[in-house]
């Protein structure tokens, strides 16, 4: 048995390492038994060990990975005729007397025995004296790195660090074009990718390709190649992963169309260097945004989910609407009157469904003018308008794997009508003033309070965005449909709104009770929430009082008739039995408000809105 080594690519090219030692050391750091100069290989790369007549490697962790026919290894025994690859060195073990004709490189080199000597072998190629060119090469990449860390440190948006980082690259290393790719499954498409092209000169477009990726993220090391051959014009390329601390996150992968230049072992260093650096920070960057997208999205349910609250008919039969809409992925469009509670049933049925653990983003299409709404629907590029000084994802983006929900959706312009009915048939939209295309794929949920067959009529909506809008249509009753539900609705937003004031609340008293009943309610829930919250500000007592109430909801026709007649009559028997307390205690608020069981205060704004004249104020 002759165990050895014969090197096929790298430094070692037609070496022949003999292994006749029990352990032989590879890596990068003189102190290896066998020391290869190399900057694909680890400092401590792998170990050839001795077992009875078996050589096994095993790889000391390296972040590059040990491979043994193609495939990464932790421990393995060598067979005759294996490939064991390290770095960009491929060596072939051999057990037997005769030398490895597999390679056309090893064959066409005159082999040389290098025996492993007591002392370590360092493996480096003699450095010839620096010439005027090395030493301006060297000023010039040690000027980008310094400039690539400014960048890293300085900037906190990953589109912009990527983009950063490429143009940096471009000023030392000969490629036209070139894309950053954040990957987190490789079976599919990068959750971020940005390109760059060189703007001096004519480059065509170019496609970054996935078996040059995976090769690259599964073997954790730079990989070079010519694709010339395979195409119609010269292309060659460098992919080089990005290990960060935690994992491999994406690659960078740059292209050079030029027939006269190819990437040299410098620009793989300087690359490699380059991604070492940056792939820290865009991990860290990329946890930041997940971060704050995670936060922005509680902070938003935090602010704006209210529960489905009722005991009704129509609200049983509504909750049992939303269960049977949340199953599917069709478009809903939620209809009733405004404020009755339209977003609340868009995120009942969000939370019910299977993208429930994705963004909910929701955009209100009248609050915002017709010439930002774009802006904010689709996104923006750097530059694409002044104020531009960045770019931003738009909600379509934002949404991405949730739901959108567009709010006031008759309110939209009819130009920007088109564009989202393009995204709904397409799956597909670009950022203003970009170019790439973007995948859509989030759940539509619109919502209006007009009667969009009249618009359409009326040429105010296209009548195919409603189709796509329309295919699952929920109605939302009026709260005073379902009055039975106002106690519960009142008893809630009051519990909120004192636990906010921090202070106590008991409950709503009889009077309020059936004053809340009887009102017709035009603003629906959230003209309820506001007398409520009203009610709270301005009460003294632990219970809500008639008094503490908005005067609109006395003034309002409880029936939605004969409310003159019967107003007339409430206020004189108010009027009377106030005169008579008054007149019984001379005056004195304080013992009238006693003697009709009622708070001072509340005497006191009941003497001033009924117009009783008192002679004292004497309390």
Known sequence: MNPRLEAVTGPLTGAIIPIARDRVSIGSDPSNELSIYDASIARNHCLLTRREEAIVVTDLDSPQGTFVNGVAVKERVLEDGDALRIGECELVYRNGSEIATTSATLSAVRHEVIDLRPEPLYHQPPMPPLQVTDVGRMARDLNALFKIANAINSQRDLESLQKSVLQLLFEVVPADAGAIQIIDNIERNPTSSVSW???????????????MVLRSLWERSAVVADLSATT????????VPLVALQKTIGVIYLVCFSPTETFERDHINFVSSVAAIAAVTLESVQAMESLRAENWQLRQQLAADEPMIGESLQMLQLAETVGKVANGDSAVLVRGESGVGKEIVARAIHQKSSRSAQPFIAINCAAIPDTLIESELFGYEKGAFTGAVASKRGKLELAAGGTLFLDEIGELDTKLQAKLLRVLQQKEFERVGG?????????VLAATNKDLEKAINAREFRQDLFYRLNVVSVSVPPLREHREDIPLLAIHFARK????LSRPFKGVSAEARALLVSYSWPGNVRELENAIEHALVMGTSDSILPGDLPESLSNDDPAGQGASEYQDAVMRFKRRLIRDALKHTGDNCTEAARVLGVHPNYLHRLVRKLGIKTDSTTE
């Open 232 to 239: 119609r014009q010269t292309e060659k390329v460098l992919c």
């Open 197 to 211: 092209k060189r703007e001096d000169r004519l480059v065509p477009d170019f496609t970054v390709r996935h078996e």
């Open 497 to 500: 709104y004192a636990q906010r």
């Open 435 to 443: 170019t790439s295309t973007l995948r859509f794929n989030a759940r």
